[in-house]
């Protein structure tokens, strides 16, 4: 995995965090590289969230194909089965 990849994956816009903040982008994907994703999650958790709401990452939705199927279908209400009498404590 890429360091761009990543980004992606933590829902990051990468281009908008390379363009603002140029120095501290090349730092990450430096330590990156060295270090891995999880460990560079563990490191840098907190400032990845700060950054996360900085720069947010609108993937493309794409709709599943069980979900347009669902709309074709019409909503059929599940039946409940009535419930046993159960058990009843006698108290002394």
Known sequence: MDFIAYCQSKKIDPSQFQSS????FAEWEYIFNQSGATSFTQQKLFLINDMRRRYKYGAPIVESKNE???DLKPAVAPTTAPKPAGFKPKFK
Request: glycine share 0%.
């Open 21 to 24: 903040e140029p120095a501290r």
């Open 68 to 70: 347009m199927e669902s």
